[in-house]
């Protein structure tokens, strides 16, 4: 019985033991991070012109947070991340205008003409639309988008400091 309590107190096995401990640790971390990730929270960069005047052209990095979707409390007004229904690579950012049942009229094309159009949001679906009307690619381009896109709400600027604070409906 001596022998093997020997071997387990050598300096080589205090090496394997602590380096296991240590990885096992940086893999808590990591899963952890990857779970506040998905579930909770996570941050973004917003470039483009689509939602001027509220992001700005360069770029804004801004917090989103995700248990809102998952439990069905993001509504009309929420700036929103989503996942593009036509590139699902593609992460975008715009307005509901309204969710499923709500009656929404809409400029067809605003830099054209004044033709407008009025739906009624389908069934599990919502609408969005980027707050600079003259610039933005969105429902008025390929329609509702379904709730399961949605990945989340935006609730916090964190750049450019000079416009830092809240995203939220007021």
Known sequence: MAGPLLAISSPS???????F??????????????????YLSTSAMAIGPSMIPTI???GNFVLVERISTH???????????????????????KRIIGME????????????????????VPKGRVWVEGDNKYNSHDSRD????PYGLVEGR?????????????LLNK
């Open 13 to 19: 096995w205090f090496w394997a033991i602590e380096g």
């Open 21 to 38: 401990e240590k990885t096992l640790t940086v893999g808590k971390f990591l899963c952890f991070l990857h779970l506040s990730s998905s």
């Open 56 to 58: 700005d052209l360069t």
């Open 71 to 93: 439990l069905g409390k993001v509504g009309s007004g929420d700036l929103v991340l989503l996942r593009s229904p036509e590139n699902p690579r593609k992460l975008v950012i």
């Open 101 to 120: 049942g709500d009656t929404v009229t809409y400029l067809v094309k605003p830099y054209e003409n004044y033709e407008s159009r009025t739906i009624v």
């Open 142 to 145: 390929f329609g509702a988008v």
């Open 154 to 166: 935006l609730f916090w600027r964190i750049w450019p400091v000079s416009r830092f604070g809240s």
